[in-house]
């Protein structure tokens, strides 16, 4: 495997070809935790990789330098895919100072024992000197957590992004133009989704920040490093963080005995009527991964689900509390589904598509058991209504 950035910056992470769960995110590609070694008049490793592949990565820093001639250990964020071999990485480089921000001192204090570390702490914009080579620190805060932070590689305009452009993707190439560009996209997309999505603003900033440094190169944290699509990968960045819609209308629903299935059957005719993408999910079929990285370009959606117990259908009680927490935003769409004898399970969903503030272009559509034809013709309706939303989308 090729592991040479440029002249003096190795990746030294690890490939984890078999994770499949990443706290509730799927990734059916895996992943890769990447960590880098730059080599100068002083030596620097920039984060580590999960606690148990702590073994992996040293001897991949070992085959590239001796593991007591590191002398800095960059921690760009504290969460744990990051810095769990830090502990180690700690005893196994003794002459290495861990450099990182005062949030993320404190943030590692609290997941580690770190008596007996040295500590540099770096300001905003503060730069490190590893002889010829210049590393500058810009914090990113809440992308994604609060003592997040990049470093920029000054001279080859090298930016190692922590997890801003990453993609849970498995490779044993390293760089995006070795490797199918659809489907990194496509993960970069999911990526953004299921972990960037709720931090518009941070988001935001960030890019706003770094649009002003020359970028040859980004190194992530997670999957392939851009150096051939930077500009297509900021641009869908700048697109994503507003949840920009396409032409698109997402359907999706449980059904119990089959009459909330013929009512989104029935929607999903009536939009299909339009020229425009229609995805029409069974939440029993699909997962909560692939269905927010669905919602959020959808232009138009609607949700539905039977009355089960006074409530919703736990699949899509399960999709719609994770896509809520994500927080997709400008999404115009309504709820339905059917029920025995109380319409709770509609009014359910429609608390979800509330808190998300999704914009309702009608009352939710319900019917009392079988979906009879006055029903599935209002949903057809409704089917239509949304395509016309999503037709007005760039
Ligand atoms: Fe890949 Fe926020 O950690």
């Not at 990113?140 to 997040?148: I, R």
């Not at 069974?282 to 927010?292: I, L, R």
């Not at 309706?381 to 007005?392: F, N, P, S, V």
């Amino acid at each position: 495997m090729k592991t040479i950035l440029t002249e003096g910056v190795s990746w030294v992470g690890f490939v984890d070809w078999n994770v499949r769960d990443f706290h509730g995110y799927v990734t059916d590609r895996g992943s890769t935790h990447n960590s880098y070694l730059i080599e100068d008049e002083k030596i620097a490793v920039i984060d580590t990789v999960k606690a148990q592949y702590s073994e992996d990565f040293l001897a991949r820093v070992a085959e590239k330098v001796p593991l007591d001639k590191v002398d800095y250990l960059i921690c760009n964020h504290a969460e744990p895919d990051h810095s769990g071999s830090f502990p180690v990485a700690v005893k196994a480089f003794p002459n290495a100072v861990v450099v990182c921000n005062a949030k993320c001192q404190k943030a590692l204090s609290m997941h580690y024992d770190v008596s007996d570390w040295k500590f540099q702490v770096v300001e905003d914009a503060e730069t490190l000197s590893l002889g010829t080579k210049t590393l500058q620190f810009f914090n990113t805060p809440m992308v994604h957590w609060p003592e997040s932070m990049v470093t920029y590689y000054v001279e080859k305009e090298i930016l190692f992004s922590m997890d801003v452009f990453g993609q849970h993707y498995a490779s044993s190439y390293r760089f995006d133009d070795e490797s199918d560009i659809c489907e990194v996209m496509q993960e970069a997309k999911m990526y953004y989704a299921n972990i960037v999505l709720p931090f518009e603003r941070p988001v935001g900033n960030a890019l706003e920040r770094l649009g002003g440094l020359k970028i040859s190169m980004i190194a992530p944290s997670h999957g392939v490093i851009w150096r051939s699509h930077i500009s297509e990968i900021m641009q869908a960045y700048a697109g994503w963080r507003v949840s920009k819609p396409v032409k698109k209308v997402v359907i999706a629903f449980s059904s119990m005995w089959n009459s909330t299935r013929k009512m989104a059957k029935a929607i999903a005719a009536g939009a299909e009527e339009s020229d425009v993408n229609v995805h029409l999910l069974d939440m029993a079929a699909n997962n909560n991964t692939t269905f927010v990285t669905d919602v959020m370009d959808a232009a138009a959606v609607a949700f539905g689900s039977p009355t089960l117990n006074m409530g919703i259908m736990p699949r899509m009680a399960s999709a719609l509390t994770y896509v809520r927490g994500l927080k997709p935003k400008g999404k115009k769409g309504f709820a339905f589904g059917s029920y025995g004898w109380a319409a709770k399970g509609s009014d359910e969903v429609a608390g979800y598509m509330k808190a998300m503030n999704m914009e309702f272009i009608c009352d939710p559509i319900v019917c009392q058991f079988g979906a009879d034809d006055e029903t599935l013709e209002k949903c057809r309706e409704a089917g239509r209504k949304l395509a016309e939303i999503a037709l007005q989308a760039e």
